[in-house]
């Protein structure tokens, strides 16, 4: 099947419309700067030094999504008026919809907290640090995290200019919460269900290139690597889809993007157009129907996201994204170097 060309158009225009929406307002690297600024200004010295980090730390590169001791500072520690200011913080760089799905993953620790009675790990949700690094210039270079149970969200803000918003995790558990008052919540429905449209849109021949195993792996395979590359097998082509499937997969790849603030999600967009629609794969393992344990990638040229559904009998979702070139910043941070010598 020839790829259409309407495939890079109706992206292109995708992002020409959200950019249009915009109302002429600060930079995303100023609004961070200020809003981390904010904050700082209003913690004690002592919260300052739990917070506060060198933009150098090796503790910029630590990152995970389950429940464990974290480096920075708790939500739980702040003050009411303080942690107005860190949810301004996580405000700066995300969307609507994105900040939603963020605080409601924070939130479901007490679904878990109320299903599992004291068993497992502490579920609360304050559990999340917020770690600065570096010294916020909306003209500068620094980088800030906010990260607990399910949530792993990393920004480099290189020279003003170029900002990096991976790797970035959203988790759900559940994934959907099937009593209470809450009945119904499915935080990452979304990506679960246009993941689900699109493998069962495929016909038989289509099926036997995008489904790469019949078992679905327990956990997304990137895990927590420091660095990532390509997955492989890689799944169907984009070019062997139709163009109904092309909009399922154009909506699937947004609903991730759109996570972040829109300048952020339209220049992860074009990058990931100019560097060739044509070139993106999907891939599927596991069953397709709801219920049963599933996983799913889409991986180009210039980004990889996975999503997997498998655990507490397939009612437990992680999802990340990472960018293959440019993962914590590092490309963006090593031409900042080149441009600007620091010495040794």
């Known amino acids: 099947m020839k790829f259409p060309a309407r495939f890079g158009l109706m992206l292109t225009a995708r992002v020409l419309l959200f950019s249009s929406i915009r109302a002429s307002a600060q930079t995303p690297a100023t609004d961070m700067a200020d809003a981390a600024n904010h904050f700082l200004a209003a913690l004690t010295p002592e919260q300052q030094a739990k917070a506060s980090f060198k933009l150098e730390d090796p503790e910029r590169f630590n990152f ?17 008026g303080q942690r ?17 799905k963020a605080v409601t993953i924070m939130s479901l620790d007490d679904v878990l907290k109320e299903l599992e009675q004291g068993r497992g790990p502490v579920r609360d949700p304050e559990l999340y640090y917020v ?11 620094w980088g800030w995290r906010v990260e607990g149970h399910h949530l792993s969200l990393n920004f480099l803000v290189a020279d003003g200019t170029n900002i990096s918003i991976a790797p970035n995790f ?26 689900r449209q699109l493998i069962n849109s495929l016909d038989a021949e289509q099926r036997t290139l995008a489904v790469i195993t019949n078992i679905a792996p327990r956990e997304i395979l990137t895990g927590t690597n420091r660095s990532v590359s390509a997955l492989s097998p890689m799944g169907i082509p984009a070019a062997k889809l139709s163009p109904a ?34 070139k993106i794969f999907f891939a599927w393992a596991g069953g397709t129907e709801m219920g049963q344990g599933h996983y799913y990638r889409v991986q180009g040229p210039t980004f990889l996201l996975e999503f997997d559904n498998t655990q507490n009998e397939a009612n437990h979702i992680h999802t990340v994204w990472r960018d293959l070139e440019n993962d914590f910043g590092e490309d963006a941070l090593r031409r900042h170097y080149e441009r600007t010598p620091h010495g040794n």
């Open 245 to 278: 499937q092309h909009e399922i997969l154009h909506r699937l790849i947004e609903e991730y993007a759109r996570r972040y603030r829109a300048e952020l999600a339209d220049a992860d967009l074009k990058k990931l157009s100019l560097a060739g629609a044509a």
């Open 170 to 195: 959203f988790g759900s558990n559940p994934g959907e919460v099937r009593a209470g008052p809450r009945k119904g919540l499915r935080v990452l429905g979304g990506e679960e269900e246009l993941g």
């Open 131 to 141: 770690s600065i690094f570096g010294q916020p210039d909306a003209c500068g270079t």
């Open 84 to 100: 107005l200011l860190a949810h301004a913080l996580l405000n700066s760089g995300l969307s609507q919809r994105g900040y939603a």
């Open 64 to 80: 995970g999504f389950i429940p464990r001791p974290r480096h920075g500072l708790l939500f739980k520690e702040l003050s009411p």
